[in-house]
């Protein structure tokens, strides 16, 4: 019955990633929790790199300086 | 003044579904707690398929084998 | 398989209207989307009203103007 | 560490005004609660106005109506 | 720079068990995406059983007939 | 019509504080992007040092560490 929302900037992450993450972050609620997997749900938000902020400025800006 | 978040994969939800949905989440905040639906917000995050996963895999894959 | 978050302000909701939000919510998706009740997820989130703003401040503070 | 999330709808906001959001909510932390700006996280949601909802209603109805 | 949120039920979860959802969690956005753990946020909240709802009913009602 | 949610660790935050993050997120809204003040919902959650981790550890952990 657990829900996990993963927030990831939005740069290229493919649909085999997006499995691996579902897959594990299921795999830990089963595990260290014991939930049931089959209620476990994991929704993953891309967010453009103008949309995300750290530090005061976005990501955006963040990538142009090689960060 | 409640805040309502709707999350459901994105699957080809009409306008018209949409406005339902907005429509009966207000009217379910007005009818059992007598909110006031001028300011209550209902908003709709439509996922990928590829993005949401259950039982530890993604709703695409699951649409593949029919479920 | 949706999931649906609603915030509302803590002010004595009884166990029996949560449930009525819950059993709402949850009838909304399946009489607008078809979706299947029994992997509907509702969570309600309490919020305590000094940690509320509307209008550019606490719903406390509202309260107390009798808002 | 704090984490903000700025839901607004989708109607041209530019690169500069979300720069700016960023800005001034990560400000805002480190002046009100003093927390480091080097880990405070801002993510913007744009979501399209078929998909929010207030009154009962959803955006694109209230702007045509010029609300 | 990910942002993590693990939403489960409030039912006895102990700090050893939090601590292994957060170093789990945040180990899975390393492994499969590169991520660099000092940035990477997880924040799990947990919710009353009268607040969770599944199937269209509470969890406390679930869990009193044993589920 | 925005809605700003506010993530931080609950360590001490007074009334006055959460006043001014709510007063504060509201004017950066209507400055930066000209919405109107009376429906722009501010929801803060404050959140256990046990339930928030960065760099795969608890916050309590690091502060006993002086962090």
Redesign the interface.
Known sequence: ?????????KEG?T?E?????????????V???G?N???????????DT????????????RRKRGQ
């Open positions: 019955m657990p829900y996990v929302n993963i927030k990831i900037t992450v649909p990633q997006k499995a691996q993450l579902i897959e594990g972050a299921t795999k830990l609620l595990d260290v929790l939930k997997p089959q209620t476990t749900v994991v929704v993953i938000d891309e967010v103008d949309n995300w902020g750290i530090g005061g400025e976005t990501v955006t800006v």
